[in-house]
């Protein structure tokens, strides 16, 4: 019985490494940990705090590019004016 309790534990044991290996390998393919929110374990309050920041930051340069796409419309409306008075000011020029 002995040797048949030590190769079953070697055969958990070995079932256990396989799919740890498994989802270590899931992981560096594809960067993410599981499939679901419990894969995250002890750490997903952590993930939740720091996915949080990360949002924050991504709505904060969303905002940034809004303005300087604003800013960019005026601009080239104020330039797209200023060729209008070019042009009017060349063909007074020429009569």
């Known amino acids: 019985m002995s040797i048949l ?3 079953g534990g070697t055969a958990l044991d070995q079932a256990r490494l396989r799919d740890r290996l498994d989802g270590l390998a899931r992981q560096v393919a ?3 940990r ?3 929110h419990g894969a995250l374990g002890p750490s997903a309050a952590r993930a939740a705090i720091d996915l949080r920041g990360e949002v924050t930051r991504r ?3 969303a905002g940034a590019a809004e303005a300087a796409l604003s800013r960019m ?3 080239q409306g104020a ?3 200023l060729e209008a008075i ?3 000011l060349a063909a007074e020029a020429m009569r």
């Open 5 to 7: 309790a030590t190769i």
């Open 30 to 32: 594809t960067g993410q």
């Open 34 to 36: 599981g499939t679901t």
């Open 59 to 61: 709505e904060a340069y």
């Open 73 to 75: 419309g005026a601009a």
């Open 79 to 81: 330039l797209g004016r």
């Open 86 to 88: 070019a042009t009017e």
